[in-house]
């Protein structure tokens, strides 16, 4: 399949910003999947709310477009359901680790067979660009007029803390790579994150005078090393992309099944 047979082009234009990373991020997942070779009608994506959670109306695949934060809770009962299906899950900074952060830490905790991906543009976007868990200290946002005090979550270290088996990080400046870790995210059997660092020039950029989407891109280039590199070992203070953890671990919808074949043997 190409990749127009992956959207449901009716919906275009997009209502994403000019210069939102996000199209990038749709870009690179459908890549992902052309490559994978996956049938749409095997795949299954649920998103929250917010500018990341539109996704879900781009593509032509079985889409769940649900509660702020639930995104999760729904692809869970979904693979729970259907075992087979391959599950997407885009989610912003909010429905990911603020009113979703719950559903987040017990999705990697269980390491259910789902592929999260955290679209993190550092800002709260279609509600006005209000400061997020991923901003961090020292940013402007619009209920931040004087700086945010609020230390920022790691993604990749909440994740592995929590139990995720793949976890991953990558920027839409670094698309092949993004494309890449996508493809591994989402045939690894077990829960996948994917934190992919995203530019928001109309909110975030703006106010913290990053300047435009092609700024942000470079500030993505230059303050990002890949993990292993000479340059990350020389200047720790880059921030680490790539795979931090690609682990083997039992999956929970295998071993759930095993409960219930043990619960029928003893009925039978």
């Known amino acids: 399949m190409a990749i127009k047979d992956y959207l449901r082009e009716r919906f275009f234009p997009h209502m994403w910003c000019p210069g939102c990373g996000h199209g990038t991020v749709l870009n690179t997942?459908?890549?992902?999947?052309?490559?994978?070779?996956?049938?749409?009608?095997?795949?299954?994506?649920?998103?929250?709310i917010g500018c990341s959670a539109r996704i879900s109306g781009y593509v032509d695949f079985h889409s769940l477009h649900t509660i702020h934060g639930r995104a999760l809770a729904f692809a869970t009962g979904v693979k729970l359901s259907r075992p087979e299906l391959t599950l997407l899950v885009p989610m912003g900074d909010g429905d990911a680790l603020a009113i979703g952060g719950n559903h987040f830490i017990h999705a990697a905790r269980r390491n259910i067979d789902i592929t999260a991906i955290v679209m993190n543009n550092r800002i709260y976007g279609m509600t006005g660009g209000q400061y997020s868990p991923l901003s961090g200290p020292g940013k402007k946002a619009t209920t931040a007029p004087y700086?945010?005090?609020?230390n920022q979550f790691d993604v990749v270290e909440l994740s592995k803390a929590a139990g995720a088996s793949f976890v991953a990080r990558t920027t839409t400046y670094h698309v092949q790579e993004?494309?890449?870790?996508?493809?591994?995210?989402?045939?690894?059997?077990?829960?996948?994150v994917v934190e992919i660092l995203t530019q928001c020039p109309t909110h975030y950029g703006r106010k913290n005078?990053?300047?435009d989407a092609v700024n942000m891109l470079e500030i993505y280039r230059d303050t990002t090393a890949k993990v292993g590199s000479k340059a990350l070992t020389e200047n720790p203070a880059l921030l680490g992309?790539?795979?931090?953890?690609?682990?083997?671990t039992p999956e929970y919808c295998e071993?759930?099944?095993?409960?219930?074949?043990?619960?029928?043997?003893?009925?039978?």
Do not use: P
């Not at 700086?147 to 609020?150: E, L, N, V, Y």
């Not at 993004?178 to 996948?192: M, N, Q």
């Open 178 to 192: 993004a494309i890449e870790i996508f493809k591994k995210a989402i045939t690894h059997k077990g829960f996948s």
């Open 209 to 211: 005078k990053e300047g």
């Open 241 to 248: 992309r790539g795979i931090f953890v690609d682990k083997d």
């Open 255 to 268: 071993e759930y099944e095993k409960i219930i074949q043990l619960a029928m043997r003893e009925v039978a």
């Open 147 to 150: 700086k945010t005090i609020d």
């Open 29 to 48: 997942l459908l890549r992902a999947v052309e490559d994978l070779g996956l049938n749409k009608n095997d795949i299954v994506m649920t998103s929250g």
